[in-house]
């Protein structure tokens, strides 16, 4: 469904990702484990269309994507729900649901509204508080609920659990399996490698940039590097 | 009190289009973290375009909806060749660049127009009314009127449509704006479109009173942004209430001490909000979540 090949991105004279080969399948969790600053944020940027790339291509179902601008991106079905959730502050928790749906305005946001709420129904109930007043829990499934308003066929999850309470780490991974189940294709990007590769597929282990590993999520857990690196086991 | 209500009357009538340009700055402050040099010169175009036209033989409502939309176009042309192939650039040179958008429109302006003084005639004649001994311009009226439309029209834009929700994100987060697919190059074009619609209707609004000439935007616009300031850069309400303000003392400067120090009330202000109170009546210092 996304195949991204021979990705380099950088900012100004410092590229930061040199080359990154992946790929994720229809119906797939795929997860993206690796340390702060090996690229993980910088490649779904470059994924979504708001940071430029300097060579290699991306490609969504049949179509190369990469010239594309970010909204013609969503508007074909990618969404991502970004790091540090990223909700607007300001604005009613209905009011960042409707504008998830900007893709498509003028259709009917019915159907989706009534599937965020039951998803998350603890947004129900403050539908018409600005998100900024809300937790950090809550404005993340508001971040969720948001970029699910698009009806994305692939979704894009940067760091969801992070600076949530355990059990509300658990809720968002359930929900995350859940989407899955609906058919829904997944990109998560975690530190939290553990709780990432319980519900992964498959798993690319980032370092500097590059990809040092990748295989089915079972393999990839019981690597030894892997559990000394990144689940301090 | 006659003559309080007479400064009063003539205060509010240049506040509010103090207000107008005041508005501007904020909208593309707001959606694009630029301070639009060029706001005065828009007013300016509304005003000269609408006298032209009508000298060209156009009848002058129709003069005045040409205006509005060259104007526009002017806005959203600003924006596109100026602004954007910039996009990336400090605030500063932003800020450098339309200080030099400002100073061509009013070079263009004294070559395709003249360097004349020009007036409209008022919309509801000329003969002051008399109130409470006070002689009132109706034409003072009609800018209130224009004024307070145009403030609701964006109060609705702003709180009751999709769009506005838009501009308000686009505001807020632009990062978040694009991930979830909203085109944020046309939201900013939008919002210098809107900005220049509201500063050609002040031009046209103020020109029977105050008449109009190819550099009257340069005063204009640092009034509108004394207004912005004490009001709070970024705030709608307070670009509004620093306009009435500025508008106010300005007239009670000419009235009670002299009316050589007019134009240096709105100058004593900026110096006095940025020492004092530099985030403004409205503005509200950044409280942010982590």
């Known amino acids: 469904m996304l195949s991204v090949e021979n990705l380099r991105s950088a900012y100004g004279r410092i590229e930061v990702l040199h080359g990154v080969t992946l790929h994720v399948d229809a119906g797939e969790i ?111 499934m508001l971040a969720i609920g948001r970029a ?39 990109l998560l990007v975690e530190q939290n490698a553990g709780a990432a590769l319980a519900i992964a597929d498959r798993a690319y282990v980032l370092e500097t940039g590059r990809v040092a590993l990748d295989g089915n999520a079972t393999d990839i857990q019981n690597d030894r590097r892997v559990r000394e690196a990144y689940l301090g086991i | 009190m006659a003559e309080l209500l007479q400064f009063m009357s003539s205060g509010l009538t240049v506040g509010a289009i103090y207000a107008l340009v005041a508005l501007g700055f904020t909208l593309i402050y707001k959606a694009s973290d630029i301070i639009n040099f060029a706001q005065g010169e828009f007013v300016m175009l509304g005003g000269m375009t609408t006298v032209f036209a009508a000298l060209a033989g156009v009848p002058l409502p129709l003069a005045a909806l040409i205006a509005v939309v060259a104007t526009t ?34 070079g263009v302006a004294q ?29 003072s009226l009609v800018v209130l009127a224009g004024a307070t439309v145009i403030v609701l029209l964006l109060w609705l834009l702003i709180e009751r449509t999709l769009l506005g929700k838009a501009v308000v994100a686009t505001a807020a987060n632009r990062l978040a704006a694009r991930l979830i697919g909203i085109d944020t190059r046309r939201i900013v074009d939008f919002s210098f479109a809107v900005s220049a619609a509201i500063g050609a209707i002040a031009g046209i609004l103020i020109t029977p009173i105050a008449l109009t000439s190819y550099d009257a935007g340069t005063l204009l616009a640092l009034k509108g942004f004394a207004a912005a300031m004490l009001g709070g850069i970024g705030s709608a309400a307070g670009a509004v209430v620093g306009g009435l303000l500025i508008g106010m003392m300005e007239a009670f400067a000419a009235g009670y001490v002299s009316s050589n120090y007019k134009d240096a009330v709105a100058f004593l202000i900026i110096l006095v909000v ?4 530099p985030q403004g009546l409205f503005g509200r210092a950044k409280v942010e979540r982590v």
């Open chain 1, 148 to 186: 699910l308003m698009a009806s994305p066929r692939l979704l894009l999850l940067d760091e969801p659990s992070m600076g949530l309470a355990p059990n509300l780490v658990d809720h968002v991974l359930a929900v995350i399996r859940s989407l899955k189940d609906e058919g829904l294709t997944i």
């Open chain 2, 73 to 106: 176009a002017i806005g959203m042309a600003l924006h596109r060749f100026a602004i954007e192939p910039a996009r990336g650039a400090s605030p500063v040179a932003l800020i450098m660049i339309t200080i030099g958008a400002s100073i061509f429109l009013r």
């Open chain 2, 111 to 139: 070559i395709v127009f003249d360097r004349r003084f020009h007036s409209l005639p008022p919309l509801l004649g000329a003969d002051p009314i008399q109130f409470a001994g006070a002689a009132i311009l109706p034409q």
């Open chain 2, 274 to 277: 940025l020492v004092a109170i």
């Open chain 1, 30 to 140: 795929v997860t993206l484990i690796g340390a702060n600053g090996a690229g993980k944020t910088t490649l779904m940027h470059a994924i979504s269309g708001v940071q430029p790339i300097t060579a290699g291509s991306v490609r969504f179902e049949t179509q190369p994507i990469e010239q594309w601008s970010a909204h013609a991106r969503v508007g074909a079905g990618i969404s991502q729900v970004p790091e540090g959730r990223q909700v607007f502050d300001s604005l009613s928790v209905k009011d960042n649901l409707r504008l998830g749906a900007w893709s498509r305005r003028g259709g009917d946001l019915g159907q989706s509204l009534a599937r965020v709420c039951r998803l998350f129904p603890m947004l129900d109930a403050i539908w018409e508080a600005p998100a900024g007043t809300l937790s950090g829990g809550q404005q993340q």
